[in-house]
């Protein structure tokens, strides 16, 4: 097995993920592009390396200024891959299992105000037929429920059949959650769903943003939402559906949502997920202590 090249051992490690856990081609895409930079950073086979050898690669990687999540990330690719070669007797031990990840800055999550929001949603209506209305009924569904894109993408049309206002959402991990809806969400999707299918239903695809036989994709969705933000005047590096998304949960937070009502809409697995959107708000939780402690009562009776 030593003389097996390192693309050779990224090929079948690739062709495992896909078998084996069904990842997405973006996924494996992301691994083959880490691996390989690896592979070009060291001068020995994947199958002797050791733990010095992945830390001198870290340390080139560091020399030409990659970021620290970017160097992260390639780490983890090492440790899958590193332990994908020990369960296949390809070698016997993982060099890279103990090795620390670089430390790692704590981002706060990007949002729109809820102007900008109100804004982007607007101008939808700029936009060329269908599209128009297509892309206000995605935007309004995304920040009615905080919906991940593959969540919105995901949608049918059948679930906009019957007089309900919650939604059954299977987001990550398979992991399922009832989101409820606005008036205004349920009302635009609707009238997306009828326009959509007014000359006949279109028998090639049930997605509820699908149109004329083609299902919308991630990146079609990423490209009309540029266009909306220039139609906005928003600066379009700046909007995402992500960005909606986080949008959803601090407007939620800042007008007076709890933690655990937030992790449940999100669909998050862990309530840490959810707390660090209380560091956007730093003031409100200062205000929120002065407005409901027993101990500021004297202040406000002064």
Not at 87 to 97: G, M
Not at 119 to 137: G, H, R, V
Request: with cysteine; net charge neutral; proline share 3%.
């Amino acid at each position: 097995m030593a003389t097996i090249s390192n693309e050779t051992l990224i090929t079948h490690f690739l062709s495992a993920l896909a078998a084996e856990r069904g990842v997405s081609e973006n996924t494996l895409f992301g691994y083959k592009n880490d691996l390989m930079a690896l592979h070009d950073s060291m001068a020995v086979s994947f199958v002797v390396m050791t733990a010095d050898d992945i830390r001198q690669s870290v340390q080139k990687f560091h020399i030409e200024g990659l970021a620290a999540r970017t160097v992260s990330r390639r780490l983890s690719a090492v440790r899958q891959f590193a332990g994908w070669m020990v369960s296949d007797h390809i070698r016997r031990d993982n060099p890279s299992l103990f090795l620390d990840n670089p430390k790692l800055p704590d981002p706060l999550p990007k949002s729109l105000n809820e102007a900008d929001v109100s804004s982007l949603i607007t101008a939808c209506s700029k936009l060329e037929p269908p599209y128009d209305l297509l892309m206000q009924a995605g935007l309004e569904l995304m920040y009615s429920a905080g919906l991940r894109i593959s969540e919105l993408l995901s949608l049918r049309l059948q679930d906009f059949t019957a007089d309900k206002d919650m939604l059954l959402i299977r987001g990550k991990g398979g992991r399922e959650r009832m989101v409820p809806l606005t008036a205004i969400a349920i009302a635009t999707a609707r009238r997306w769903r009828d326009a959509r299918d007014a000359d006949g239903p279109d028998a090639e695809t049930d997605q509820l943003l699908g149109y004329r036989s083609q299902e919308m994709t991630r990146q079609k969705f990423s490209l009309l939402l540029k266009q909306v933000a220039r139609h906005a005047d928003l600066d379009e590096r700046k909007v995402s559906a992500h960005v909606l998304r986080h949008s959803f949960a601090t407007h939620l937070l800042n007008r007076g949502a709890d933690l655990r009502s937030l992790q449940m809409l999100l669909g998050h697995a862990d309530i840490a997920t959810t707390q660090i959107y209380t560091r956007t708000r730093q003031d409100r939780l200062a205000g929120l202590v002065s407005d409901a402690h027993p101990l500021a009562e004297s202040d406000r009776k002064e």
